[in-house]
């Protein structure tokens, strides 16, 4: 092992926490203005995919579970 793997799942770390950031913050905006989950999932897809940050299919199942979290608060 020289340790090249780890440095793959760092930056796959990395790219999953902004991920989640960018995807929250929008779900917050989003919810606690009009209370719209779906709206807010979608909102955050079009977000994700604008930034490249994730492929389309994840962009979907990571923006309703934040959705979702974001919703519960």
Same mark, same amino acid.
């Given at each position: 092992? #020289?340790?090249?793997?780890?440095?793959?799942? #760092?930056?796959?770390?990395?790219?999953?926490?902004?991920?989640?950031?960018? $995807?929250?913050?929008?779900?917050?905006?989003?919810?606690?203005?009009?209370? #719209?989950?779906?709206? $807010? =999932? @979608? @909102?955050?897809?079009?977000?994700?995919?604008?930034?490249?940050?994730?492929?389309?299919?994840?962009? @979907?199942?990571?923006?309703?579970?934040?959705?979702?979290? =974001?919703?519960?608060?």
């Amino acid at each position: 092992m #020289d340790g090249s793997c780890k440095e793959g799942k #760092d930056k796959k770390k990395e790219k999953v926490s902004k991920l989640k950031k960018v $995807a929250k913050k929008v779900a917050k905006k989003y919810i606690e203005e009009k209370e #719209d989950r779906k709206k $807010a =999932v @979608k @909102k955050i897809v079009k977000k994700l995919k604008k930034e490249e940050i994730t492929k389309p299919k994840k962009a @979907k199942k990571v923006a309703k579970k934040v959705a979702k979290k =974001v919703a519960k608060k």
